[in-house]
């Protein structure tokens, strides 16, 4: 049976959710970032150790000035407000991404919690934000250049915001679309990616268990 030690997720559809609810999209967000918290709740059970969550792309800056605002105040909300909490739970987070053009509170808060890796940890979160999986391997291959090391493999993997993180196991879309929106593109060669009609709001417990349950039976090859 698989083991699951890396999750990813592309928590697509907050947007329409909120449509057919007849609500603005903050809302959408405002209700994604609660199911999130229970999802999280369920990963831990799961004893899940990495998981990575597609928060804000590189690419989600051509969407109106208000919608970006809004999902910036709710993260800087969730993560000043449950700093210790988190830190109690021995639950790390760290921000991979693009730092340019973030606004300072919010590049604080990057610094704050990357800074801050326990080592002992529960669960490790890597929060994708501003993220673009593209200019991580340009970024990357800059830093070996700098570094005047050869282009390889290994040099790429160590060089990538994901260093410390095994490559994931599993991939999630919510939201019913088939496609990658330049997440983790050179990680997940291997992976096994499950695309869920439901939109991120309405994604639960039940639903990850049971793709998780789909995992577990796969015959994962890696060319054998
Ligand atoms: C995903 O939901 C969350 C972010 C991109 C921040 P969307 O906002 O893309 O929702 P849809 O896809 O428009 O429904
Ligand atoms: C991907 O969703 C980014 C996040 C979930 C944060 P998008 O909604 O931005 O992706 P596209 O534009 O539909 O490909
Ligand atoms: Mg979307």
Redo the contacts with the bound molecule.
Sequence with gaps: MNKIRHLAI??????????LKNKN?SY??SR?LENLKSIIKKIINLKVKYLTL????YD?WK?STN?IKY?FSLLDNYLNKNYFELKKKRINVKFIGEKNRLPINIKKLINLYNSRQEKRSKLNINIAFNYSSKKELLRAIKLIKKKKLSISENNINNNLYTRLFPNPDLLIRT?G?KRLSDFLLWQISYTEIFFVRK??PDFNSKDLSNIINNFKVIKRNYGK
């Design positions: 592309i928590m697509d559809g907050n947007g329409r959710w909120a449509k999209r959408g967000h994604g597609y928060t804000f792309s989600n969407r919608e999902i939201g679309h939109l991120w």
